[in-house]
């Protein structure tokens, strides 16, 4: 089974350009996270999707942050324009509502996406 | 709100020293205390986790036991190997957050063991 791909690895842009990162979850998993880790601090929750709607997006910094996730596949996050602080690394999580109470999920991560804005 | 503070790293051991990674926690709620890590080029995994006060979690030889009147999640190996070298997490959810898991992470630590 494959695992919570990301797309790009890296990415390095100059701040003021767009980006848009890609995170196909765990085929059937209706929960889909967004986390960042910025200047190798803590790794930050930004949002949660049931599905395609977001059930909580209390983590995202700023209006210019865009997260998606059309019929409930796969999500892209765009950032624009970009900023010199949004350097980090994104990752994204997956997991599945059949796995029970809260207790017991069970969340699947990618190996994130490295941002670097120039 | 949540934290979670975890001791600084970088932590450097030579090949089956003992490993202790200290982690506290603030929660208003009753969390579930987790590990994970995250090997070179890979995402998070999850190492281990305890769900409810005195439960210890163990896997791959590695143990934390989750301590309410101390707050604390402190990870533990009694003989660590190069292929522990890691960057560790440790992570809670708070069951009282509408999330069922918006986890509040650590900082990290970076493990090295030198063979």
């Known amino acids: 089974e494959a695992g919570v791909t990301q797309f790009p690895s890296h990415s390095v842009i100059e701040k003021g350009q767009t980006v848009t990162l890609r995170c196909d979850p765990i085929?059937?998993?209706?929960?889909l996270y967004w986390y960042r880790r910025v200047m190798g601090k803590e790794i930050k929750f930004l949002l949660h999707f049931v599905k395609e709607s977001k059930q909580d997006e209390s983590g995202m910094p700023n209006n210019r942050f865009l997260a998606e996730r059309t019929g409930g596949t796969y999500s892209t996050l765009k950032v624009q324009p970009a900023e010199l602080e949004d350097s980090g690394v994104y990752f994204c999580?997956?997991?599945?509502?059949?796995?029970?109470?809260?207790?017991?999920?069970?969340?699947?991560f990618g190996s994130g996406t490295q941002l670097s804005v120039l | 709100g949540d934290s979670v503070t975890q001791m600084e790293g970088p932590v450097t051991l030579s090949e089956e020293a003992f490993l202790t990674i200290n982690c506290t926690y603030t929660a208003t709620g009753y969390p579930s205390l987790f590990w994970y890590v995250q090997y070179p080029g890979e995402g998070l995994q999850l190492l281990l986790k305890a769900t409810k006060a005195d439960d210890k979690g163990s896997n791959k030889g590695f143990e934390a036991t989750y301590r309410k009147e101390t707050t604390s999640f402190h990870l533990e190996k009694g003989s660590v190997q190069v292929s522990d070298s890691a960057v560790y997490f440790c992570a809670l959810s708070d069951q009282a957050s509408g999330s069922a898991r918006q986890l509040t992470f650590g900082s990290g630590t970076q493990l090295t063991v030198l063979p």
């Open positions: 085929s059937g998993h209706d929960n």
């Open positions: 999580a997956s997991s599945s509502f059949l796995q029970g109470a809260k207790g017991n999920e069970k969340l699947f």
